[in-house]
């Protein structure tokens, strides 16, 4: 549960996946919903990943998108090398554990990707994601309660401050930013984030590591990222889970 290495091929792998729903605004007009965009991942044989975040993250349209339950409206889907079709029938499907809990996902998973506003924002181990999350919302996510044992922590529901956006009217750029208490005047607002390799397979979606910002100068970017969290964790709230 450590390190995340793949030996074999992927078993699955999704591939730049978006998911639209058109829902009805009014007599005459529908809405399209961005449930899931752009998502990929690739998924190794017996590997479990977790996918968590806020309620319409796009959590349950990304797995049932990946059995084909709801059409693709770009991507695909591919399954050791074929169509998933027949996955669902086949396979107990254990690869993708959809969850709110933080603290299961770390039980239970090899990796952990992180949705915010449909898109993934942060894939790495489970336990680097943990011990060293990097994007602001997973940061915002793990420090909405201060608990000196990352364990305990965990088990708390966290709460992250202000509201998530509505998939159908979603805030151009980086959509955490209306959250964000490290947002950048005229960056973030403006680009969409994109994922961004840090080292050993970690991934993060944030304009404070990306162009400009090299790994080299993340120390930076990341202290940056350390007071957005405890910023956003004061604004939220806890429960015990
Ligand atoms: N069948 C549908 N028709 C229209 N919109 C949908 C449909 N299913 C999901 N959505 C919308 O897509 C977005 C993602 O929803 P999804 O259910 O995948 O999120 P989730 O992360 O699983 O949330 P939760 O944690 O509440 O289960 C939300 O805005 C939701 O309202
Ligand atoms: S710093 Fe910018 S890009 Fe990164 S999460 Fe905050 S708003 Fe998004
Ligand atoms: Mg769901």
Redesign the pocket.
């Known amino acids: 549960m450590s390190g995340w290495q793949r030996t074999d091929g992927p078993v699955l792998r999704i591939e730049d996946l978006s998911?639209r729903?058109?829902?009805r605004a009014s007599m005459l007009r529908t809405r399209p919903?961005?449930?899931?965009t752009q998502v990929s991942l690739e998924l190794a044989t017996g590997e479990t990943v977790a996918?968590v975040?806020?309620?319409?993250?796009?959590?349950?349209?990304?797995?049932?998108a990946t059995l084909r339950l709801?059409p693709a409206a770009e991507g695909r889907v591919v399954f050791e090398g074929e169509d998933i079709a027949e996955l669902q029938a086949q396979r107990d499907l254990t690869f993708l554990y959809?969850t709110?809990d933080l603290a299961s996902a770390r039980h239970f998973a090899d990796r952990i990707a992180v949705?915010y506003a449909?898109r993934v924002v942060e894939l790495a181990s489970a336990q680097r994601l943990i011990e060293e999350p990097q994007h602001p919302y997973t940061k915002a996510l793990l420090a909405a309660v201060p608990e000196p044992d990352p364990a305990n922590r965990l088990r708390q529901r966290p709460v992250v401050g202000g509201e998530p956006p509505?998939?159908?009217d979603l805030p151009p750029g980086c959509a955490f930013a209306p959250r964000c208490p490290a947002v950048m005047a005229g960056r973030c607002e403006r680009d969409v984030p994109g994922l961004i390799q840090l080292e050993d397979g970690h991934e993060v979606a944030c304009h404070l590591y990306s162009a400009g910002a090299s790994v080299s100068t993340s120390s930076s970017a990341a202290s940056a990222a350390d007071s957005a969290s405890s910023a956003a964790s004061t604004k939220g709230s806890s429960a015990s889970g």
Do not use: P
């Not at 919903?33 to 899931?36: E, F, G, P, Y």
């Open positions: 998911v729903f058109d829902v919903i961005a449930a899931v996918v975040g806020e309620s319409g993250s796009g959590k349950t349209t990304l797995g049932r709801v959809i709110h949705m449909g509505d998939a159908g």
